[in-house]
C-alpha cells in the first residue's frame, strides 16, 4: 500500500495469505504492506538505571524521554511509571500514571498513550502463593492497557541496584492469568475507556487469547484486536519460519505487533517488518543500540528503526494512521 492510497487493508486477515502477501511483494516490494505502528517502551517495571544511566525513571525523564521518541517517529509510548521515593521500584498508583500522562499529552498532542495494565497476579515461587490481581492502573483510563496473557516463572540475574541491592542479585518471581481474571480485567478496561493490548508469551497463549475473543469476552472498543507477541530470550523461537506461526494462529480481525528482548531485538524486529507486522522499540526491552554499545536515549532506538524500515521499503504508520488502524477516536486527554 502506497503512502498516497487510501489506508485499507491493514488488518492481518488481509494479507498473511501467501498468495496474497506475494501479489504485494511483487507489485511494490513492502510499500504495498500497511505503514508498520512503531511503539516505544521507554522504561519498564524490571530493569533501571543500574543497567543503562540513561534509561528515564522519574516523572520528568520519562515525559522528556517520550517527547524525543515522538518527535524520532514514535505513534505510540508503552509506559510504567516507577515510585517517586524509589524510582527502582514499579508503581502501581494509577495517580501516578494520570499524571504521566497528562504531561506526555501536552507535549505529544497525537501520540496514542499505553500504560502497562499486567492485570494478572504474581506468584511466590517459594511458597507458591497467589497474590491479588493487579488491575489497579486501569484506572488511570489510558488510551491502551497491555494484559499480559500468559503463566510462566522467571529467574533473572540482576546487576546491583539502588535501593535494592549493592550486589549483584537474583529476581525470582512467577505470573499467571486465570480464565475470570482475564475476564474481569476486561470488563474493568471497558469501564475506564481503556482499549486492550494483548501481550502473549508464548504459542500457547493463543490458544488462551483466542478462547477470550471466541467466547466473546473481548470488545476491542470499536476497533479490531491489538496484540503484541515477546520474543524473550530462550522461551521462544526467533527463527524466521517461527513469524508464519504466528500470523495464521492470531486471532481473525486483529492487528499484530512483535516484541523482542535483548540482543534479538534488531533482528527480530526487521524480520516483523519484513513480514508486514508492526514493532516496538525501548529501553524496556533493550538497553543496548548496537553490540556492546549502550543506547543515548530511546530516541536513538526509534531512529535506527526507522532508518531499517527506510533501507527495506516499508512505510511506517503517522499517529493518524496508527489510530484507524486501531479504531481509536481522537487523542484522549487527562484532567
Known sequence: MSGKQELKNYLLDDYKDTIEYCNRMWKGGLSEFPPAIVTCAITGGNAGKEINPNLPETVEEQVESTYEAYKAGAVMVHIHAREKDNPAKMSFNPELYKEINKKVREKCPDIIVNNTNICGREIDPKAMKLGEPMTSITEAGAEIGSVDISNYFAHLKMPPRPGVSDVPWVLERGYCISQSDAMDAVNKMKKYGVKPEFECFALADFHYLNWLVNNGYVDAL????????????????????????????????????????????????????????HVRVG?????????????????????????????????????????????????????
Open 283 to 335: 529501553m524496556e526491552d533493550n538497553v543496548y543500540i548496537e553490540r556492546g554499545k549502550k543506547a543515548d536515549s530511546n530516541a536513538q532506538m526509534v531512529e535506527k528503526i526507522r532508518r531499517i524500515a527506510a533501507d527495506i521499503g516499508r512505510p511506517l504508520a503517522t499517529c493518524a494512521q496508527a489510530r484507524k488502524m486501531l479504531g481509536l477516536g481522537e487523542p484522549k486527554k487527562w484532567k
Open 222 to 277: 470499536g476497533g479490531p484486536h491489538w496484540i503484541h507477541f515477546v520474543f524473550t530470550t530462550g522461551s521462544n523461537w526467533n527463527a524466521p519460519e517461527f513469524m508464519n506461526v504466528l500470523k495464521n494462529i492470531t486471532p481473525r480481525n486483529s492487528v499484530l505487533g512483535i516484541i523482542a528482548a535483548g540482543a534479538q531485538q534488531w533482528p527480530v524486529l526487521t524480520m516483523a517488518l519484513i513480514h508486514g507486522l
